[in-house]
């Protein structure tokens, strides 16, 4: 599940990356995926909205067993 993971976030890395920011998976379990925000998209008070409306999104229609998408520090 792990690599399903990272192809999808290399396909949502490249508009993150447009704004200066990046994404980085840290751990897959139980059908959650902590990722680490990067670059500008660390510190934007938009952080919370791009992953839950679009990374989450990606993830979860990219691989079904994705159950929930968090940001650690």
Sequence with gaps: ???KVETALNKIRPMLMQDGGNIE???V???TVKVR???ACGGCPMAAMTLRGYVEKILKAEVPEVKAVV???
């Design 1 to 3: 599940m792990k690599e």
């Design 25 to 27: 998976l840290v751990e």
């Design 29 to 31: 379990s139980d059908g």
């Design 37 to 39: 925000l990067q670059g």
């Design 71 to 73: 940001a650690v520090p």
